[in-house]
């Protein structure tokens, strides 16, 4: 399966890249199976995710998936941010090939660890909110 046209435009103009300086929370995640490594910022005002952006030093999958991710949770409430998962941002892309499924949990799980900070940050326990990260379903790898 080749990539499609929205993969291949996020990964070559990648939206919201860069470091934040004045976040309201930072996640950074690894994916253990490949190494790659993605950091989130959010700045949130009022439970609204009001800016996003991402740095990753992953493969153009993990790119175009944070890209699109980015773009679908910025304005966004938090509690629909939480919602999004790894399968809605592949499907806003049209699909990815099947062995690169485990990067887009890359993007999903950095949005939730930038929210649990943003919750610890306000002494709120997020893992009654957040939950569990995901996991890779797709490759069984260690995500
Ligand atoms: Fe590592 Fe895609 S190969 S995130």
């Known amino acids: 399966m080749a990539y499609s ?14 470091e934040m300086k004045d976040f309201s929370g ?33 493969c153009g999958a993990a790119i175009a998936t944070s890209s699109m991710a980015t773009e679908l949770i910025k304005g966004k409430p938090i509690s629909e941010a ?16 099947p062995v690169k499924v485990h990067c887009s949990v890359l993007a999903e799980q950095a949005i939730k660890a930038a929210v649990s900070d943003y919750y610890r940050r306000q002494g709120i326990d997020p893992a009654p909110i957040v939950g569990e990260l995901p996991e890779c379903e797709e490759c069984a790898c260690a995500l």
Do not use: Q, W
Request: charged share 25%; aromatic share 6%.
């Open 82 to 97: 939480l919602k999004l998962t790894n399968k809605a941002v592949m499907e806003a892309l049209d699909g990815l090939p």
């Open 5 to 18: 046209e929205k993969v291949m435009d996020h990964f070559a103009n990648p939206r919201n890249v860069g």
């Open 26 to 58: 930072v996640g950074e995640v690894g994916n253990p199976k490949c190494g790659d490594i993605m950091r989130m910022y959010i700045k949130v005002e009022g439970e609204v995710i009001t800016d996003v952006s991402f740095m990753t030093f992953g």
